[in-house]
């Protein structure tokens, strides 16, 4: 177990619509990131979080966004869904800003009907 | 722009014997950081082992032990004395210096058997 925690592990919707993925941090962890990890594209960083602010802008679409919040959990909201959109998503934190170890929390499988 | 190749999409190995995975990567970079993350069926990623380029000396963490060549640019991971707990994918990764980004391999899909 890694510390960090993703809710929900499964989530299944339709196209057109719109969900959020939420991510809690080790304990102490101050970044937080989102990584897609979809058969196509493999794995690829989104984006990064640093103490509420955005660090770091990945392959991240337009119609995705995220935020930190002041407690440090992070939200990945996902809209306008399409079928590529189907894929993993990982949340990671690490303790501090720069090219630390990244700890991996369970994911959420988002599939896209 | 970085690149991380793992040209070994699949590999097996008998229990108890010793498998090499490679991994190679592209940049002009000096500084940088190089990681493996083990990936079990359960889809959980779970680092395994990091090197710094500024440091000549191959990391090491129990059975795992990497051979980073900084000039090849080569950073393979050797796996001693395998079990079949270590049946999973494997992930080696690229962090440039002063960003925190992650570039991911393709992945080598190692299977262990009895």
């Known amino acids: 177990d890694s510390g960090v925690t993703q809710t929900p592990k499964h989530l299944i919707t339709a196209t057109g619509q719109r969900v959020t993925l939420r991510c809690s941090p080790r304990?102490?962890?101050?970044?937080v990131y989102w990584y897609q990890q979809s058969l196509d594209q493999g794995l690829q960083f989104l984006i990064q979080y640093y103490n509420g602010e955005e660090r770091a802008k990945g392959n991240i679409l337009e119609r995705f966004s995220a935020q930190q919040f002041p407690d440090l959990h992070s939200e990945l909201n996902l809209s306008s869904l399409e079928l590529g959109d189907s894929a993993l998503y990982f949340c990671?934190?690490?303790?501090?800003?720069?090219?630390?170890?990244?700890?991996f929390g369970p994911g959420t499988r988002l599939t896209v009907t | 722009a970085q690149t991380v190749t793992q040209s070994q999409p699949e590999m097996s190995v008998q229990e108890a014997e010793t498998v090499t995975l490679s991994c190679t990567y592209d940049t002009s970079e000096n500084n940088y950081y190089l990681f493996w993350y083990k990936q079990p069926p359960s889809r959980q990623m779970i680092l395994v082992i990091r090197?710094?380029?500024?440091?000549?000396q191959n990391a090491t963490e129990n059975r795992f032990s990497v051979n980073f060549q900084k000039a090849a640019k080569s950073f393979s991971l050797k796996i001693s004395d395998s079990q079949l707990g270590d049946t999973a994918m494997y992930f080696c990764?690229?962090?440039?210096?002063?960003?925190?980004?992650?570039?991911f391999g393709t992945g080598t899909r190692l299977q262990v058997f009895p």
């Open positions: 990671a934190s690490s303790a501090r800003d720069g090219p630390y170890e990244q700890y």
């Open positions: 304990s102490g962890d101050l970044s």
């Open positions: 090197q710094e380029a500024y440091k000549q």
């Open positions: 990764a690229f962090m440039k210096l002063n960003t925190d980004k992650l570039i």
